[in-house]
């Protein structure tokens, strides 16, 4: 059984992908972000339901954890009753390397290292891969579900650092004009972007495109101030590039200091 929850919560079991009701979804959802832990009847009847569970929903859930057991086939038993007393839930058993979300944060963390010592091709080969595990949303069910807020936070922030990376490694190996698009969008989703924004700036000045190199740094600048922050790192690119003079490689990993060591 392989689970993806990079996009719509999908399953491949039993030589076919399958896709969930949404009841289904939200228990193999729950089961998937506590993965080898147990998670309570209680947790589960509160997500499914809420306060207004009834007396018989534990009836209801017993039925819909069955239904998705039977779906997956001769993997439905990697969903196991376990605990005891006001603890008895399920728990599913299932290796990470088998859930796309892991296997996302292993080639993130793959492709960093690779960045770090030099190796850039490889890089790119194993960031490539890791954005393209992304169909969607992470656990597009689950978006309105409190439970699975702080881990979708989470795998954006890292879906985002994986186009910076990809996006820096460009840079480097000197297709910056390719980029520079992509940085565009992402600083505008994220005005307050350090990274973004001086991986942008950088690619208008390798570009040519001084001015805008410098406008991009000004707007950031201006952003920061508003808000009684400062940017030293940003500040010292704009000099750079209003007096033509950037040192590419150390500007480069400056600006990926800003958020340290993806994973």
């Known amino acids: 059984?392989?689970?993806?929850?990079?996009?719509?919560?999908?399953?491949?079991?039993?030589?076919?992908?399958?896709?969930?009701?949404?009841?289904?979804?939200?228990?193999?959802?729950?089961?998937?972000?506590?993965?080898?832990?147990?998670?309570?009847?209680?947790?589960?009847l509160e997500?499914?339901?809420?306060?207004?569970?009834?007396?018989?929903?534990?009836?209801?859930?017993?039925?819909?954890?069955?239904?998705?057991?039977?779906?997956?086939?001769?993997?439905?038993?990697?969903?196991?009753?376990a605990g005891q007393g006001a603890s008895a839930g399920y728990v599913l058993r299932l290796e990470p390397h088998l859930v796309d979300a892991h296997r996302f944060r292993v080639l993130l963390q793959e492709g960093h290292r690779l960045l770090m010592d030099g190796e850039l091709a490889a890089?790119?080969?194993?960031?490539?891969?890791?954005?393209?595990?992304?169909?969607?949303?992470?656990?597009?069910?689950?978006?309105?579900?409190?439970?699975?807020?702080?881990?979708?936070?989470?795998?954006?922030?890292l879906r985002r650092t994986t186009h910076?990376?990809?996006?820096?490694?460009?840079?480097r190996l000197g297709y910056a004009a390719e980029v520079v698009s992509d940085l565009e969008i992402l600083v505008e989703d994220d005005f307050g972007d350090e990274w973004a924004r001086q991986l942008l700036a950088v690619a208008l000045y390798i570009t040519g495109?001084?001015?805008?190199?410098?406008?991009?740094?000004?707007?950031?600048?201006?952003?920061?101030?508003?808000r009684g922050l400062d940017s030293p790192a940003l500040r010292a690119l704009q000099q750079g590039v209003l007096r033509h003079s950037i040192d590419l490689q150390l500007t480069l990993a400056s600006a990926r200091q800003v958020v340290g060591r993806p994973g």
């Open 164 to 171: 910076l990376l990809l996006d820096e490694v460009q840079i």
């Open 209 to 226: 495109k001084t001015d805008s190199a410098a406008a991009i740094c000004y707007h950031g600048l201006k952003y920061a101030s508003e």
């Open 123 to 157: 890089a790119v080969d194993k960031l490539e891969g890791a954005a393209a595990l992304w169909r969607g949303p992470a656990f597009a069910e689950l978006l309105d579900m409190p439970f699975a807020a702080r881990e979708v936070r989470r795998l954006n922030i």
């Open 47 to 81: 997500i499914l339901w809420g306060c207004e569970a009834r007396p018989g929903a534990r009836v209801t859930l017993r039925s819909h954890v069955m239904r998705l057991r039977r779906s997956l086939g001769s993997d439905g038993s990697a969903i196991a009753r």
């Open 1 to 44: 059984m392989y689970v993806r929850v990079l996009g719509p919560l999908e399953i491949d079991a039993a030589g076919e992908t399958l896709r969930l009701t949404d009841r289904q979804c939200h228990v193999m959802g729950a089961l998937v972000l506590d993965l080898g832990k147990i998670v309570s009847d209680s947790q589960l």
